[in-house]
């Protein structure tokens, strides 16, 4: 394993002997014009991590024509409205409009390209594997593309499928055509940030012209480039998800145990997290993770290790610790109201994390089909969340405010940790609930306040 690293040495003789500051030298040396040949790159997906990929590199410089197969949303990106709501994308997309144009047609993207980067996401199958066809389809589409240089996967793929792709492009003839796994570890709400300002860049490579070539094509970025060998680069992504889940799933037991012994898991968090060797992030108890990675990614990291014959003990553990989360909430407001036929809940709060209009995943799904389940109504509020025209949101009602999704209510949860509840006037709220029960399912409101204003409050892991 080799590391490149940006040359700050560079960077600080420039700042000396110009008496600009480090930032602005850094940013005066890594215009892409002046350390690197602009490249065309034909990215392939037009979601979450393809946009981001496209819209961040056409920002350092590149030539992007982003190709997706919905014709709808490259309607939208072609008249510069970007489908997803992800911070700070829009404005990239728009400030870069004379070198990124987005298409259905493969032509125009791999024709003049010279690096195809394939963004398409890698659902689930029914047995619990990551469905690679998307990832085929387009690579299948390269087939004639002797022309480019390096085809590159960001998609989160089970380890071995480089090879295979490897395989697959020699026997097309396309053996001189270089493959690189670049996983991304991006996450929702941050992404642009995350991509160009990365703890790490990732490139696993056969031979050293291509991975030189992907590091260089992400140069105007201030983070280290990790070269290593293909299936070890898979394996990165799958890992590092496994192990920010395990956090979560570990402080989420722990928040149990406070709960039932008297601790409280803000305290206890906040003090492991003071070690620096565990370190304070992804130890927040809640309600469980979702998203489009996590949920996905341990099931493919499970199968992916059982179908090569090992048991992953941990990983099934830390899955249904998950899982389990979601429903303790709903046991917990079961009796804390004496059951929950016929009640009303309000679920504040619908998307798997602030800052995002995703519901892929999200625990707030799992919670009103079971509330409904149990015969509860459910009243909803969240400020983004893009609802399925399906079950359980068709059972259920959506208000524009808090205030509103409270009212008539006989609790309420605490589901997405979104600011917005911190301006609710609980004193208020107090008043038009049937039932003033709370369960702050990501312990970020203030129990004293909710407390003296009336409210039963419960948080998680508060014993
Ligand atoms: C994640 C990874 O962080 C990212 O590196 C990868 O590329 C994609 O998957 P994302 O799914 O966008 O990103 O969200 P993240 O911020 O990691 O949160 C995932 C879930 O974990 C959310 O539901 C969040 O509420 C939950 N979470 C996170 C906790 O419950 N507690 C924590 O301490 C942190």
């Not at 197969?69 to 409205?81: A, F, H, S, Y």
């Not at 489009?292 to 899955?319: M, R, T, W």
Request: proline share 4%.
């Amino acid at each position: 394993m080799t590391q490149h690293k940006a040359s700050k040495q560079a960077i600080r003789a420039r700042a000396a002997s110009t008496g600009e500051s480090y930032t602005r030298a850094r940013r005066r040396l890594t215009t892409p014009s002046q350390t690197q040949r602009p490249r065309t790159i034909a990215v392939f997906g037009a979601s979450y991590v393809g946009l981001v990929t496209g819209a961040c590199f056409a920002e350092l410089g590149h030539h992007v024509v982003v190709r997706d197969i919905q014709p709808e949303k490259i309607r939208r990106l072609q008249n510069g409205d970007v489908p997803i709501y992800e911070p700070g994308l829009s404005e990239l997309i728009a400030r870069n409009t004379d070198r990124l144009t987005f298409t259905l047609d493969v032509h125009e993207a791999v024709d003049n390209a010279e690096i195809c980067y394939v963004c398409v996401d890698t659902p689930p199958t029914a047995s619990g594997d990551a469905d690679l066809s998307r990832v085929w389809a387009v690579i299948e589409t390269l087939k004639t593309a002797a022309h480019l240089t390096a085809v590159v996967v960001k998609s989160t793929v089970p380890v071995g499928t480089g090879s295979r792709i490897r395989a697959a492009l020699d026997d097309a003839g396309l053996a001189n055509v270089g493959y690189a796994a670049n996983p991304e570890f991006t996450a929702e709400g941050t992404a642009v940030n995350d991509f160009l300002h990365p703890d790490r860049i990732v490139v696993g490579a056969w031979d050293g012209a291509t991975a030189d070539l992907v590091a260089e094509v992400h140069q105007g970025i201030d983070g280290p480039t990790v070269v290593m060998d293909v299936a070890s680069a898979e394996m990165v992504k799958l890992a590092s998800n496994a192990l920010l889940m395990t956090k979560i799933s570990f402080i989420n037991e722990i928040a149990n145990v406070c709960q039932a012994t008297g601790a409280d898991i803000t305290h206890v968090a906040k003090a492991v997290g003071l070690d620096h060797r565990l370190g304070p992030h992804f130890l927040k108890a809640g309600l469980g993770y979702g998203g489009s990675c996590f949920p996905k990614d341990s099931l493919a990291l499970k199968q992916l290790a059982s179908n090569s014959g090992y048991h992953f003990q941990l990983l099934n553990a830390v899955i249904e610790v998950n899982e389990l989360q979601k429903r303790r909430a709903v046991q917990r407001l079961k009796s804390e109201l004496g059951g929950l036929t016929n009640t009303r809940i309000a679920l504040l709060g619908l998307t798997f994390k602030p800052g995002t209009d995703d519901m892929r995943e999200a625990p707030s799904t799992v919670l009103a089909s079971r509330l409904l389940a149990e015969g509860a109504e459910v009243r909803c509020w969240d400020p983004l969340a893009r609802l399925d025209d399906a079950e359980p949101w068709t059972s259920t009602s959506r208000h524009t405010s808090p205030l509103d999704a409270l009212t008539g209510t006989d609790a309420a949860i605490v589901v997405t940790e979104w600011p917005e509840l911190q301006d609710v006037s609980w004193d208020r709220a107090v008043h038009v609930m049937r039932r003033a029960v709370i369960l702050d399912g990501r312990n970020v409101l203030e129990p004293d306040k909710l407390r003296a204003a009336g409210f039963t409050y419960l948080g998680i892991g508060k014993g």
